[in-house]
């Protein structure tokens, strides 16, 4: 089989440098089977994230996605991680093929500080909203200290 050489549009403006990137990403793109996902890490799962008063609200979409296989751990203060798992669907006779399947993983900065206390989850319809707590900061009046 003859192999095609690779025309690099990007040379001029970028230099040679840039062109062995273009043409592995060009490779990745084009290669049937391939999956994209694993460049682009937790491309799979968009996400809204609201700053509430009280509390951050996220909500993600998981079309297809049972309770079951989702999995939400509060990773830090600030941070939370949303894993899903989906089985696998037999690799043959696709022409196309764009929707995600196996683990994805999306951690997600959250804009305050939370805590897990009175946390809620719920998937309806594909979409998944997560409550969190923010955590309070000190309140009440301080009463200043004289001498004497």
Known sequence: MEQK?????IRRAFGPEMCGMHRRLHEM?????????SVVRGAGIPVDI????????????????A?????????GPMALRITVRQREEEREGYAVRERLSGEM???????????DEGAAAALRNGVLAVRLRKVLEEQGVEIPVREG
């Open 50 to 65: 609201r700053d509430l008063e009280d509390e951050v609200a996220v909500v993600a979409d998981l079309p297809g996605v």
């Open 5 to 9: 050489e690779f025309s690099c549009p």
């Open 67 to 75: 309770s079951g296989d989702v999995t939400i751990r509060l990773t």
């Open 105 to 115: 993983t999306r951690v997600v900065n959250l804009p305050a500080e939370v805590t």
């Open 29 to 37: 793109i084009a290669a049937p089977g391939q999956r994209m996902i």
